[in-house]
């Protein structure tokens, strides 16, 4: 059994997002992912002994590009959709000490 | 106090991740020019700016010079590996997630042999190598705001992880110097300090034996420090610090109570300092990035890559010492980079003596080096020009002061060594006839010098010896003329 999905998860999940949920919200949430983890549940059933675990959805290998440089944006370009920007930098609110 | 503070012994257990930026041209996933100290927000496009759509593609560069490295460490490299989402929210990081590796790094279980100050090596165990991206860069200085340069977002970046192997200051230092040198010499960074090319986070905790018994203090992680003076520094105070809050309280301040924490490093202090973080900061939710295909290195890719690797340092600086009899210090100097080494070796290649052309390069022109903060090979000298100078000392045609100028002027203007010497009139005269014509003038000149040198005077000899240099403005073969002039004096 994978493990259940509750209300408290569910917030957790939101803080780690970034999301404001309301208490109706988390109360719907937990219910739909609890039923798609069920669904889960369901699959594990399935008997996969000969099968060989799968490390990525996606078959193709090997997709690589050559280190030539192309043009970007420009300057003007890039910070054309941000909400403020102070001379050439994106404008964020002050950050205080240095993430990871 | 108690008695378990009567300590026996403290050992610091330590292991270092480093963060090493490739120099590639581009960036990991987009064809963004991969370059430091640009105007913000130069070198941005959709991709490493996350634009919704936005597809990454993979640098192939970027993963071959990581399968290097990790060769060079002699690492396994496996065939299949694959790239992760590492999921956190900070405005340098647009996408809101890292693509990192979590299960399948590039490079896993090798060993990389440090020198210890003894002369002797030691070896130190690499757990992992895996290829990410960097973040871009917060510009704290703005009035009332951040700022957020890309450039650097999306570049690609090697983090090396060790085992905690080390046990001292001094290792920490080796192996992070040693580090430096082989991912230059490798020719897969540049390595450079000042542009944030090398980024360094220590693990750190003392075993301590008191009264019988091992304790050991909380594991602590020093994020970011960003020079080799940094990187001591927090180390050697994380070890005087666990040190005086385990006497302070044995039983609490153990790892089994207090497990892992993190802290900063204050450059003006030179302290580490206490970061408080939310709870939930380091839930990643790792999962593998379904826009990015796995990689699978087969065995002539690795193969070719191997035979790019050639002599790696401690190999060569050995060899030096066996085959060439150089003392440590010269043969260590000889293997800061791959190419200073490789113009002394083509040297010797076509029959210059091994310990002429050391001696050469590391006198004015690593001075030279030196001043331009540049390699010494980076002073263009060829192994020709080396070969013929050298060739010009052991054949006694010129002399090693005279030499040194003749290096000089190969450095500034090129040209053939014999042609500069002739030119310049510092061909070695060991002629008889010649000779004579400046030991008589020295005579002639110093009538007092020369009484003294009679009665035996040795200090004076000394004098009229720098007097027939002099004239011969160091032409004179040393030798003949003392020869000559010890000749006329006893005369």
């Known amino acids: ?12 999940i939101g803080t780690l997002s970034r999301i404001e949920l309301t208490d109706d919200e988390v109360r719907t949430f937990a ?70 | 106090m108690t008695r378990t503070t009567n300590i026996s012994k ?71 590996t694959k790239w992760d989402r590492k999921n956190y929210y900070y405005p340098d990081l647009p996408k809101n997630y890292q693509i990192s590796q979590y299960d399948l790094p590039l490079a896993a279980h090798g060993v990389f042999e440090i020198p210890l100050e003894s002369g002797e090596t030691k070896a130190i165990r690499v757990l992992r190598a895996h290829l990410e991206e960097d973040a871009g860069k917060n510009i704290h200085d703005l009035p009332g705001c951040t700022g957020v340069d890309l450039n650097r977002a999306g570049v690609p970046l090697l983090e090396i992880v060790s085992e905690p192997d080390m046990n001292s200051v001094e290792e920490v230092l080796g192996y992070a110097r040693s580090m430096q040198r082989l991912v230059r010499w490798l020719g897969v960074s540049e390595a450079n300090m000042q542009m944030g090319h090398m980024r360094f986070e220590p693990n750190i905790n003392l075993h301590i034996e008191a009264g019988g018994q091992t304790y050991k203090t909380p594991i602590v992680e020093v994020k970011n420090l960003n020079s080799f003076r940094a990187l001591e520094r927090a180390v050697a105070y994380e070890i005087s610090r666990q040190t005086s809050e385990w006497k302070a309280d044995p039983e609490g301040f153990t790892l089994a109570k207090l497990g892992k924490q993190n802290r900063g490093y204050d450059d003006n202090t030179e302290k580490t ?91 004015r022109a690593a001075a030279i080096a030196k001043e331009r903060d540049c390699t010494i090979a980076d002073l263009g000298i060829a192994a020709g020009q080396l ?105």
């Open chain 1, 1 to 12: 059994m994978s493990q259940p999905i509750d209300e408290n998860m569910v917030r957790h």
């Open chain 1, 31 to 100: 219910k739909q992912l609890g039923d798609v983890l069920e669904y889960f549940d369901k699959l594990q059933q399935l008997d996969t002994e000969d099968v060989a675990p799968m490390a990525h959805a996606v078959e193709l290998t090997n997709v690589l590009a050559d280190d030539a440089p192309r043009n970007g944006l420009s300057t003007e370009q890039a910070l054309a959709n941000a909400p403020q920007h102070e001379r050439d930098f994106f404008r964020v609110p002050k950050v205080l000490g240095e993430g990871s």
């Open chain 2, 10 to 80: 403290v050992t610091p257990v330590v292991g270092l991740e480093i963060h090493v930026e490739l120099a590639t041209q581009t960036k990991m996933f987009c064809r963004c020019i991969n370059q430091f100290g640009d105007e913000p927000n130069t070198h941005v496009c959709p991709v490493c700016m996350a634009m919704p759509g936005s597809l990454p593609v993979m640098n192939r560069q970027a993963v071959a010079f990581s399968i290097k490295v990790g060769l060079a460490l002699g690492c396994t490299v496996p065939e299949y």
């Open chain 2, 273 to 363: 300092v206490f970061q408080r973080e939310k709870e939930e900061a380091h839930d990643y939710r790792y999962f593998p990035d379904p826009d990015l295909p796995a990689v699978v290195v087969d065995e002539a890719w690795r193969e070719s890559i191997a035979g790019d690797i050639g002599e790696l340092p401690l190999a060569r600086r050995q060899r030096y010492m066996d085959a060439y009899r150089l003392a440590f210090q010269e043969a260590d100097a000889l293997t800061m980079d791959a190419a200073t080494g490789d113009l002394l070796d083509a040297a010797v290649a076509v029959g210059a003596e091994p310990k002429r052309c050391v001696n050469l390069l590391l006198g």
């Open chain 2, 387 to 491: 070969a013929e100078l050298a060739t010009m000392l052991t054949d006694s045609n010129i002399n090693a002061t005279s030499a040194e100028t003749v290096l000089v002027a190969v450095i500034e203007d090129g040209g053939s060594p014999a042609e500069i010497a002739e030119v310049q009139g510092l061909l070695q005269v060991s002629d008889t006839g010649r000779l004579e014509v400046w030991v008589d003038e020295a005579i002639a000149e110093n009538p007092d010098a020369v009484a003294k040198a009679r009665e035996g005077d040795k200090k004076v000899l000394g004098f009229l010896m720098g007097q027939v240099m002099k004239k011969s403005r160091g032409a004179a073969n040393p030798g003949e003329a003392n020869k000559l002039l010890k000749q006329k004096l006893g005369g």
